[in-house]
């Protein structure tokens, strides 16, 4: 058994809700951990927190999570003064040592930097996922997550008359906060059937508040004026270079072709988890049949398969917000807890029951959510050959077709390395998924055989005239 560690050396990439959790169970158990954020300020997507001077208020930033926003935001101002926190930060690359020992490498301002741990916390969160609509690379498309990035941090909108389409509860909430804001939103487009299964429903009731929060948020937009339609197929984006997106055409549940003109759009199906770090730290992966993504294997309590690497929140299970904060206590906690750190022990074993049947509970609204808005696989496999997948990269459907059927190409990576999918500024994050269903479907093999597009460090892009600083003393 490794010695206690009585001033244990922690490091939470991440202040969004699970990071957020994480540093305060560390406090409490009088541990000073390193918080490293690549936003300006605490609170991830979901809470992000508006620039210093904005007066907005919770309500019209937040909506229905205007009151956890405001918890959040607030329980981490009372940690600054016992925290490292470094925000603008990007922690780009891992290091670990099979003794469990590593060293996070980050980089703030152009300036590189390690910074040596016991155990790192991974928090990072998720981004969208998106699937390739023909027209989507126009000028206006935007994930719903950068929607969201416009109206908290920005204070503006994407468009005059935005169109929301894709699936799944955060696909609502966003119009909704459109609403909020005064934005005027012409329509809610959702690829999910109408009509959920039984399966689905009587999952959705592990969270009763949370699903009829939903269903009241449609209504709001109903009682606002705007469209909503439900079980439709994405045809195409129109538009052109000199205006951009001009409207979304859709077929509708009835098989009857609808338009609807906007200047602006919104995108997005449920979300990804962003384990680029986890997959640079050489964690194991396994593919999820449900949601169709491979996801970092981790216990209960948050542990990943390399000793002192701790996963925890949407970038390891996607248990929305009230998850993530719960996953990152409990992860906190079981850090401390192998590191034999006396009081965060304590801490542990009086709270980990309890939060791992949170988690239970959240873990089966989560599969629930998965079957109620499914990732549309079929739409993937119907792209038209000149559709663009790769934004970055301008890879089209068609070519991705022609590494299966004139290179072979029966892996994601292989058909990576001969169309520069996933080679672009978003390192396969917006383009990955829908790639992996277009090679497995022209192979005629399931997509967890086509594989997953590997992390390479750095995890995103660096400037050239970034520079190593002298590394901290361990």
Known sequence: MSRPTPHPRIVIVGAGPAGVRAAQALVQAGVRPAVIDEGRRDGGQIYRRQPEGFTRPYTKLYGTEAAKAESLHRDFD??????????????????????????????????????????????????????????????GCYSLGAAQIALKSQACAIGARVVFLGSGPLLYL???????????????LDTAPSVKSLRAV????????????????MRGLRRAGVTLLQGVTPLRIDGNDTY???????????????????????LGWHLRAEAQLADIARCEFAFEPASRQWLPRIDTDGRSSVRGVYLAGDGARLLGADGAEAAGRLAALAALDD???????????AEGDGLRRKLARMDRFRAALVQAFPWPQAQAAALPDDAIVCRCEAVSAGELR?????????????????????????????CGHASAEIVAHACGIPVE???RLRTQAPVKPLAMATRELVEESR
């Open 78 to 139: 009372a940690l600054r003064a016992r925290l490292d926190y470094r925000s603008d930060t990007l922690a780009w690359n891992v290091e670990t040592t099979p003794d469990g020992e590593g060293r996070l490498h980050v980089v703030n301002a152009g300036q590189a930097q390690s910074i040596p741990f016991d155990a790192l916390l991974i928090c990072s969160g998720a981004t969208d996922r998106l699937m390739p609509v023909p027209g989507w690379e126009r000028a």
């Open 174 to 188: 966003v119009a909704s906060q459109y609403e909020q804001a005064g934005a005027h939103v012409e329509a809610v």
């Open 202 to 217: 009587i999952g959705l009731m592990a969270r009763p508040s949370l699903a009829l929060r939903g269903l009241a948020l």
């Open 244 to 266: 951009g997106a001009q409207a979304v055409v859709v077929r509708d549940a009835r098989g009857r072709e609808r338009r609807f003109e906007c200047d602006a759009v919104g």
């Open 339 to 349: 590191l034999q750190h006396a009081e965060g022990r304590a801490l542990y074993r």
């Open 402 to 430: 022609r590494c299966v059927t004139e290179m072979d190409s029966r892996e994601v990576n292989r058909a990576k390395a001969f169309s520069r999918v996933g080679m672009g500024r978003c390192q396969g994050r917006y």
């Open 449 to 451: 055989q086509v594989g």
